[in-house]
């Protein structure tokens, strides 16, 4: 009898194949299958938000999300953020403004973090608060992170208008 | 300063964005097992029996272990050696570990567990202090010291009782502070495995290698010198991780005996009854005054829940009291403590250790003697300031303290004396004050070895390795690490490595505790980087032709005017002249004055001064309290890097307002058909209430910086001292909004709305403990305060106080 099961998906943009115990979480076939431990669990109940990643660019927690439902589906986690050695706006703002200080968070925040960016070019502070409420952080305060996705917006919107001014004909 | 004092990404910040920074529970290794330790249903009984057969032949298990496994007793501090890694036969709270399964995975590790069947006697449950006091019997603990209290402290500096007699005012009033738990987003892990040469290594998230390396050695009697401890970057502390843990005596004995690696990681729940947090204390403060405003002397007695076990309580329960002294000139002080065994999960340190919970009582009880004088409740601390280098009435050597600039700071930007009892019903102002150790004076266990050591490796390459026994908590420590050997050695902070808190690999560091690590790492690396800045600039100095005293060491460059060698070659130099470049530095803080018997808590090399004003909003018809803004101001004596102090300042606000409004570690019972077991009440996430980023108020942080000569460049700690005023002035600010008084922690809206409720019928507006149970206190050792005479010794001994013990 075949025990586990097979899937097949696209990850950090590659396309990827994996086989693993049927009752597994996405969480725990990304930690322990495939062994992308940057993406962490600090309850397996859906609390924390330290599990969230992207599923088809929407957040998730990947500890609710059985790892069976994700047939075909894109994943993103923290491990395929950066461009190749570059480090993405957000976690090079998170980095230089303090939002990671032990780093457990981190990752779950981020990717959460990047979803909205991606919805909204430059979110208000409240929106950010709003985006990041199902991510606990114990260390920062919050004060830091919610600078740094601000911080991130404003990069990742002066590298858009660069990009706009090169292609442009003239 | 070239390095210190400005902004910058920490040297291990590119790993924690990445996802590469490794967790305990990131660690994999080739045949690794799962370990699960089944934890009592019973809040209190003896064991009658255990049947392992099932459980052992459960397919996919390969070892089983009970109480019989483990002999030898352990426990954090050598008076308190009270926890078996599994209990053999007697388990005291619901969550006391006593089997373990080891399975090809956890899922099968967890399935054979509810296969071990367990019958238990229960015995009678004590649930509170006040159980403790009454019951005498079944003692929770054969060596506590009067039936179920653990310890008793009593201590009197200068007639406390005469002062109060001579004073215009004597204010009484008491306090509880209910228990809460650390929280850290990371849970528990530990792996461990024997090496090639057949030693064990233990990977833990523990905030403590040093004290852990020494437990395994002795509870699994093996050599010390094949047990290596390496402390995993933790996914945050808080004082969660400082006890030597259960799983990882049991999870290191599972790998010794099967020969591979085995990994235990707790579950959520698990960590909630693990606990060694904030202890729940009842106090009692009478404090005299005079008409102007003067402190004349205060009686303090706290009553502490200690839990199950003894943990750090012994020292918690001194931390209840030590610190009174060091933010107002207090001339005279008596202090009585009891700590108490429950059969709840243990109790320990948490941020703060101990002092948070009479700091509330202190800051909220002079906000009522400010009311009363008819004084502003700044005017007030500041007239009672300690001043610079005092000694205080318990013999604790203060230096620098920079409290009138942070209080002078947060009174101009909260615009506090135009607002202050001026804002309109609801709204409201509160202040109060605080001070912390910098790293405790005393190690844990008794020794004159350095309490922190720093090694350095440099070669002609101009790499430069740091080595020590310090742990990475989310602190920040390995920043402030290549941050201080970067300014001595005018190199940056990314060119150097740190290799940290692994016991085989590093000189020994205590840990990351007491707020300690920055002094005494820090005055460590120092040393250690000076002796090599000495040695280059002799190398240096030759080629240069200029006196080695004479040369600059900035920028990566060796010079002196237009002379000048980089840091690579200038250590070439020095590796041509004097051979291979290492050196080692160590600390260990000056001796403190106090003499007498239980003067070892408190004593620290510096202290840091904290005030901060909260604003609060109280609907009236709700109870519902809303904090818009806070302003803070922390002496950090010097600022290594701002983002990571600042960091740490708005991290104390959002810990000490989620203290003040919600958090609480609290219990139930459950029907008498499920046992009548003592459970907690909410252990998940969810429902244990912490602040959200939506609560989270704006921060106003202001470092102030008053350099203490015995601290590393003049830097002091940051990381628990700014909780510390947070939960009074909270308590402060809803009396400024609404004019009720709730004096005991969390302040919730039920609370507020019964205060407001009995302030409408003319009653005391007031919420909070309303009596305080007779506690056989020991008569007090009595030593005279300094400008009463007094040498720092004892003139009566107490029967009670024969035990020296270390600090945390």
Not at chain 2, 517 to 538: C, F, P, S, Y
Request: glycine fraction near 10%; include cysteine; charged fraction near 25%.
């Amino acid at each position: 009898m075949q025990r586990h099961q097979h899937l097949s998906l696209t990850l950090n943009g590659e396309p990827a194949e994996v086989s693993f115990a049927p009752y597994k979480t996405l969480l725990e076939v990304l930690r322990e299958d495939l062994g992308l431990t940057g993406t962490k669990h600090g309850c397996e109940l859906g609390e924390c938000g330290a599990c969230a990643v992207l599923v088809d660019g929407e957040p998730k927690l990947s500890c609710l999300v059985l790892a069976l439902e994700c047939e075909g589906k894109a994943i993103d986690t923290v491990e395929g953020l950066a461009d190749g050695a570059k480090l993405h706006p957000l976690q090079a703002a998170f980095a230089d403004l303090g939002a990671a200080q032990c780093g457990y968070c981190t990752p779950g925040i981020l990717m959460t973090a990047k979803a909205l960016l991606e919805k909204e070019k430059a979110p208000s502070r409240e929106r950010i608060k709003e985006a990041i409420s199902g991510n606990l952080c114990r260390c920062t305060g919050y004060q830091q992170i919610f600078e740094a996705i601000e911080e991130a917006a404003k990069r990742l919107g002066a590298e858009a208008a660069q990009r706009m001014n090169n292609e442009s004909p003239r | 300063m070239k390095v210190l004092g400005k902004p910058r990404r920490r040297v291990d910040g590119r790993a924690k964005v990445t996802g590469q920074t490794r967790f305990a529970d990131d660690i994999v290794l080739p045949r690794m097992l799962h370990m699960k330790l089944l934890r009592s249903s019973h809040p209190h009984a003896l064991i009658e029996s255990i049947d392992l057969e099932k459980a052992k032949a459960y397919p996919g298990v390969h070892l089983v272990l009970t109480g019989k496994d483990f002999p030898v007793t352990f426990g954090i501090l050598p008076v308190s050696q009270d926890e078996y890694p599994l209990a053999p036969e007697h388990v005291r709270y619901v969550g006391d570990p006593l089997a373990a399964v080891v399975a090809k995975d956890e899922q099968t590790a967890a399935e054979a567990l509810d296969l071990i069947e367990v019958r238990y006697k229960p015995l009678a449950t004590i649930s509170s202090p006040e159980e403790a006091l009454s019951n005498p019997e079944p003692r929770i603990h054969a060596y506590s010291e009067l039936g179920n209290i653990h310890r008793l402290q009593a201590f009197e500096f200068g007639d406390a009782e005469e002062a109060l007699a001579k004073s215009d005012h004597v204010f009484e009033d008491l306090f509880f502070y209910e228990g809460n738990t650390h929280l850290p987003i990371e849970q528990h892990a530990a792996v461990a495995a024997m090496d090639g040469e057949g030693k064990l290594t233990l990977w833990s998230s523990t905030q403590v290698p040093h004290y852990v390396h020494r437990s395994l050695a002795r509870v699994l009697q093996l050599p010390a010198s094949h047990v290596r401890v390496i402390a995993t970057p933790n996914g945050g502390g808080f004082g969660g991780k400082c006890d030597v843990c259960n799983h990882e005596m049991v999870v290191a004995k599972a790998a010794v005996l099967l020969g591979r690696p085995v990994k235990v990681c707790l579950n959520r729940e698990e960590v909630f009854y693990m606990h060694r947090g904030r202890h729940p204390v009842l106090m009692k403060y009478r404090t005299g005054v005079t008409q102007d405003g003067k402190l004349t002397g205060m009686h303090l007695q706290t009553l502490v829940d200690g839990g199950g076990y003894g943990s750090y309580g012994v020292a918690s329960t001194f931390y209840t009291g030590a610190l009174q002294t060091v933010t107002y000139e207090m001339p005279r002080y008596k202090f009585e403590a009891a700590r108490v065994f429950t059969n709840k999960p243990p109790c320990g340190p948490k941020r703060g250790h101990g002092t948070p919970q009479p700091r509330f009582g202190q800051e909220v009880q002079l906000d009522k003697i400010a009311e009363k004088l008819g004084m502003d409740p700044a005017d007030l601390r500041l007239k009672n300031i300690l001043k610079a280098n005092a000694l205080t009435a318990n013999w604790l050597k203060i230096g620098s303290i920079g409290l009138a600039e942070c209080i002078r700071q947060v009174v101009e930007r909260s615009d506090w004396k135009r607002r202050f009892r001026k804002m309109p019903s609801g709204k409201g102002l509160g202040l109060a004050c605080g001070s912390y150790l910098c790293g405790a004076g005393l190690p844990i266990y008794w020794n004159k070895m350095p309490q922190s050591g720093v090694q350095l490796l440099v070669d002609r390459s101009g790499q430069v390795t740091a080595f020590c026994g310090a742990t990475e908590i989310g602190q920040g420590s390995d920043d402030v690490l290549a941050a201080i050997i970067a300014e001595v050695l005018g190199i940056d902070p990314f060119d150097i490595r740190c290799v940290t808190g692994d016991t085989g690999m590093t000189p020994v560091d205590l840990g990351s505790y007491s707020s300690r690590v920055t002094v005494m790492m820090g005055n460590a690396a120092i040393q250690a980087a000076d002796k090599i800045r000495q040695l280059v600039a002799e190398a240096a100095g030759e080629q240069l032709g200029v006196s080695p005293e004479r040369l600059s060491f900035a920028n990566g460059k060796v010079f002196f005017e237009n002379h000048s060698l980089t840091f690579a070659e200038a250590a070439g130099f020095a590796e041509e002249k004097f051979g291979t470049l290492g050196a080692v530095g160590s600390y260990r803080p000056p001796r403190s004055p106090g003499r007498y018997k239980g003067a070892g808590v408190g004593p620290s090399p510096a202290y840091s001064y904290t005030a901060c004003v909260v604003e609060a909003e109280v609907d009236p018809a709700t109870g519902w309290i809303t904090v818009p803004k806070v302003w803070i101001a922390h002496d950090i004596g010097r600022t290594i890097n701002p983002v990571l102090a600042r960091g740490q300042v708005e991290g104390s606000v959002y810990m000490g307002l989620s203290e003040a409004l919600m958090e609480e570690q609290v219990f139930r019972r459950l029907p008498p058909k499920l046992s009548g077991a003592l459970v907690h009440k909410i252990p998940s996430l969810l429902e244990y209430k912490s602040l959200t980023s939506l609560d989270m108020p704006e921060v106003d942080t202001v470092l102030v910086e008053d350099p203490d000569p015995n601290c590393p460049f003049g830097a002091k700690e940051a990381g628990q001292g700014p909780l510390l005023p947070v939960m009074p002035a909270v308590a402060n600010a809803i009396y400024d909004a609404v004019g009720v008084r709730i004096d005991e922690l969390p302040i919730t809206p039920d609370k507020v709305l019964r205060a407001l409720e009995r302030k409408g019928k003319g009653e005391q507006p007031r919420v909070g403990p309303d009596h305080f149970p007779s506690v056989p206190y020991p008569e007090p050792v009595v030593v005279p305060p300094p400008w009463e005479g007094g040498d720092g010794n004892a003139v009566r001994d107490s029967e009670k106080s024969k035990t020296k013990v270390g600090a945390a």
